[in-house]
């Protein structure tokens, strides 16, 4: 839990830092001091690297430029000074403890939601895009994490859907849904952020995909329509689907459910959209069109409105 409410912290520093570098009548002076900043990074690749986003953000947060280190992976695993430290996701920035940052971080630190040492402030997995390096590739597979009512996670599935149909993702490519949904009261039941209606329809959700994947997205692209419709039975049937299926089938979508969560979990997920590429790399819609094969991905087809690329979370 720690972890994502650190998470929630930082995100909130970086939406006021973003904001605050937009608005320049409203700026304020940097102070002369500079924070010092040790990133540890894969260097030379196209993630897992510096974070020009979180630099940002952290400076208008601290009101003060960074001084930053960058030490390669490699060389952080051999060197004594980093262990006790979780390399396995990166970048891993580790903030210097001076007093300014002792001051701003201050209540968080003092509730322990930010991992702190003598040394450093420690903001693990808080970047948008990074890799999971000790995590087994998945070839030729996008994972996208969303909750079936969050109008972000439907607009990442209908700009996923409008590439599909102008063949703007390669065929190869195998694209999984996953739910993001917590433990409920009972062995079966679950909790996710929009109420009961969502999980069941998540659940719904993950029925057909898991038994008529060929309908899945026709499915998604009827439901989307009016993401907090209640008349799944219609949807089901416009996508050529008998609604008796979900009756049928709902304790393997139960099933699917409960592995979803566990995935999430494992990737720190928890937001709606989240996307993981070939089971290592942590994107999001903005930043997937700079991977090679989804170029097209955020591209408008010729002569249609295009759907939006969602900026925000639920």
Same mark, same amino acid.
């Given at each position: 839990?720690?972890?994502?409410?650190?998470a929630?912290?930082?995100?909130?520093?970086?939406?006021?830092?973003?904001?605050?570098?937009?608005?320049?009548?409203?700026?304020?002076?940097?102070?002369?001091a500079?924070?010092?900043?040790?990133?540890?990074?894969?260097?030379?690749?196209?993630? &897992?690297?510096?974070?020009?986003?979180?630099?940002?953000?952290?400076?208008?947060?601290?009101?003060?430029?960074?001084?930053?280190?960058?030490?390669?992976?490699q060389?952080?695993?051999?060197?004594?000074?980093?262990?006790?430290?979780?390399?396995?996701?990166?970048?891993?920035?580790?903030?210097?403890?001076?007093?300014?940052?002792?001051?701003?971080?201050?209540?968080?630190?003092?509730?322990?939601?930010?991992?702190?040492t003598?040394?450093?402030?420690?903001?693990?997995?808080?970047?948008?895009?990074?890799?999971?390096?000790?995590?087994?590739?998945?070839?030729?597979?996008?994972?996208?994490?969303?909750?079936?009512?969050?109008?972000?996670?439907?607009?990442?599935?209908?700009? %996923?859907?409008?590439?599909?149909?102008? &063949?703007?993702?390669?065929?190869?490519?195998?694209?999984?849904?996953?739910?993001?949904?917590?433990?409920?009261?009972?062995a079966?039941?679950?909790?996710s952020?929009?109420?009961?209606?969502?999980?069941?329809?998540?659940?719904?959700?993950? %029925?057909?995909?898991?038994?008529?994947?060929k309908?899945?997205?026709?499915y998604?692209?009827?439901?989307?329509?009016?993401?907090?419709?209640?008349?799944?039975?219609?949807?089901?049937?416009?996508?050529g689907?008998?609604?008796?299926?979900?009756?049928?089938?709902?304790?393997?979508?139960?099933?699917?459910?409960?592995?979803?969560?566990?995935?999430?979990?494992?990737?720190?997920?928890?937001?709606?959209?989240?996307?993981?590429?070939?089971?290592?790399?942590?994107?999001?819609?903005?930043? %997937?069109?700079? %991977?090679?094969?989804?170029?097209?991905?955020?591209?408008?087809?010729? &002569?249609?409105?295009?759907?939006?690329?969602?900026? &925000?979370?639920?």
């Open positions: 839990m720690k972890l994502k409410i650190s929630v912290i930082l995100a909130l520093v970086l939406v006021c830092g973003l904001a605050f570098a937009q608005n320049k009548n409203n700026a304020k002076t940097k102070t002369n500079k924070v010092p900043v040790t990133v540890i990074a894969m260097t030379g690749t196209q993630f &897992g690297g510096v974070d020009a986003g979180l630099n940002q953000g952290l400076e208008n947060f601290f009101e003060a430029s960074l001084d930053i280190n960058v030490v390669d992976r060389d952080a695993l051999k060197d004594p000074k980093y262990q006790g430290f979780n390399l396995d996701y990166m970048p891993l920035y580790l903030v210097h403890r001076t007093k300014l940052v002792d001051e701003k971080f201050k209540e968080p630190i003092e509730k322990g939601y930010l991992r702190t003598k040394d450093f402030v420690v903001l693990e997995k808080q970047t948008g895009n990074g890799v999971y390096a000790n995590k087994q590739a998945k070839p030729n597979q996008l994972e996208l994490f969303v909750m079936s009512q969050c109008p972000y996670g439907v607009m990442a599935e209908n700009k %996923i859907i409008e590439a599909k149909k102008a &063949g703007l993702i390669p065929e190869n490519v195998d694209i999984k849904v996953r739910f993001i949904v917590s433990p409920g009261r009972t079966d039941t679950f909790a952020l929009h109420g009961t209606a969502e999980w069941e329809e998540d659940v719904r959700q993950a %029925i057909v995909q898991l038994k008529y994947p309908k899945f997205w026709k998604l692209e009827e439901f989307n329509k009016d993401y907090r419709t209640t008349r799944w039975d219609v949807v089901a049937e416009k996508a689907l008998n609604p008796n299926i979900f009756r049928k089938y709902w304790k393997d979508g139960v099933k699917q459910l409960k592995e979803d969560m566990k995935v999430a979990q494992e990737y720190n997920v928890s937001g709606s959209p989240s996307l993981i590429w070939e089971g290592r790399v942590s994107t999001n819609m903005g930043s %997937i069109s700079t %991977i090679p094969g989804f170029e097209g991905l955020n591209q408008a087809p010729a &002569g249609n409105a295009a759907a939006q690329v969602p900026q &925000g979370q639920c």
